[in-house]
Every structure is written in structure tokens, then in C-alpha cells.
T-cell receptor
């Protein structure tokens, strides 16, 4: 158990809908990262927040947005969903402000868009 | 642009033997490297890391070797156990950078 929690574990929705994925980092970690893993793909970095502020953006679509709240939990909002958004979404956390150190991953949310 | 490559999609090893997983990178700014293990329906689990000031790091059955001139790292698992069967991801970053870059993963199967 990494100490990172994610809810929900599974999500099934329809095209055009909007969903919110939630992540709570390990105790003491100020950084939260979001990754997407599509079928047969590696982990693609989406976005990094540190102590409530956006630090870095990766391959995140404009239809997606994230935020980190004062209690350090983070939410990833996916809107106008398309079939291709079906994937595993992982959250990770770390102590470092930069994204370069060891990150600890949550169990993921499996999103299926029908 | 694949900055981190794991060229073997899969590897099959007999229980008790050595498993060697390989990873190549292209970005000379990378100075921190990690290996993660992932079981189905779970998140990646951190295994071992190495910074560019070292060429070897050991933790129990797991050893990571770094060859900076060749931009290559490898993970050795000795002895391999059936419970090691999983997907292994190599990742790299610049410690002052803003993200980890992951390879596509190698599926390891350890046969008993």
C-alpha cells in the first residue's frame, strides 16, 4: 500500500459526459501528479501540482483540467468525454516540489467511455 | 519522441534464474532513474532507483546498473520468483526537472 488513495476505482460513462477523479496523496507529500495509461501504452504524464499550484503540464487535453485543494487532495476533471478517453488514470505523490524524484502511485481509476 | 525505451515487450525466465530487464534513454539531461513494478489492476509500485553519480544500486534481490556513456540501464532480479511476474517500467527524470518519463514497459513471466 503506497498510501496514495484514488476514488472511484471504476467509472463507466457515456460520450459527451463529464467525470471527476479524486486523489489523496501520502501523508506529508505536497506534490500530486496525474498520469494516463491507455491500452498497450506506457504512462503519459498529464499534470503536476505542488501545494495547490500548477507546476508542470504534459500531454493534457484542453477538455481536461485539474486542481489541488488546501487539504492537498487533487481532482482531475474530464469533460466532453470521447471513446478514446477510456484508460487507466493514475495519481502519484511525492515530497519534492520538482517532478524529478521518486513518486508513489495510487491504485488508479479505470474509466470506460461508451 | 520516445526518450525512454524498453525494447523488449516481454521476457520469460525460469524460477531461480536471473531476470535482466533493459532500458535505454536519449536525453542526456536525465540524472535520476527508477524502476517500477505493476501488477494488473494495481498502480505501479516503486522498486529501486539510481542517480547518475552511481553506476550500481542494490536492494535485496534487485540491482540496477547504469551505463551513462551508453545511456543504458538494466534491472537484475536474482533469483527470480513467480511473484516477480509483472510489468516492469523504467522511468527517468532530471532531478531539477518537472516530470518522470516512462518507458512502455516489459512483461516479465517467471515460470515455476
Amino acid at each position: 500500500d503506497s498510501g496514495v488513495t484514488q476514488t472511484p476505482k471504476h467509472l463507466i460513462t457515456a460520450t459527451g459526459q463529464r467525470v471527476t477523479l479524486r486523489c489523496s496523496p501520502r501523508s506529508g507529500d505536497l506534490s500530486v501528479y496525474w498520469y494516463q495509461q491507455s491500452l498497450d501504452q506506457g504512462l503519459q504524464f498529464l499534470i503536476h501540482y505542488y501545494n495547490g499550484e500548477e507546476r508542470a503540464k504534459g500531454n493534457i487535453l484542453e477538455r481536461f483540467s485539474a486542481q489541488q485543494f488546501p487539504d492537498l487532495h487533487s481532482e482531475l476533471n474530464l469533460s466532453s468525454l470521447e471513446l478514446g478517453d477510456s484508460a487507466l488514470y493514475f495519481c502519484a505523490s511525492s515530497v519534492e516540489a520538482s517532478g524529478g524524484g521518486t513518486q508513489y502511485f495510487g491504485p488508479g481509476t479505470r474509466l470506460l467511455v461508451l | 519522441d520516445q526518450q525512454v525505451k524498453q525494447n523488449s515487450p516481454s521476457l520469460s525466465v525460469q524460477e531461480g534464474r536471473i531476470s535482466i530487464l533493459n532500458c535505454d534513454y536519449t536525453n542526456s539531461m536525465f540524472d535520476y532513474f527508477l524502476w517500477y513494478k505493476k501488477y494488473p489492476a494495481e498502480g505501479p509500485t516503486f522498486l529501486i532507483s539510481i542517480s547518475s553519480i552511481k553506476d550500481k544500486n542494490e536492494d535485496g534481490r534487485f540491482t540496477v546498473f547504469l551505463n551513462k556513456s551508453a545511456k543504458h540501464l538494466s534491472l537484475h532480479i536474482v533469483p527470480s520468483q513467480p511473484g516477480d511476474s509483472a510489468v516492469y517500467f523504467c522511468a527517468a527524470s532530471a532531478l531539477s526537472g518537472n516530470k518522470l518519463v516512462f518507458g512502455a514497459g516489459t512483461i516479465l513471466r517467471v515460470k515455476s
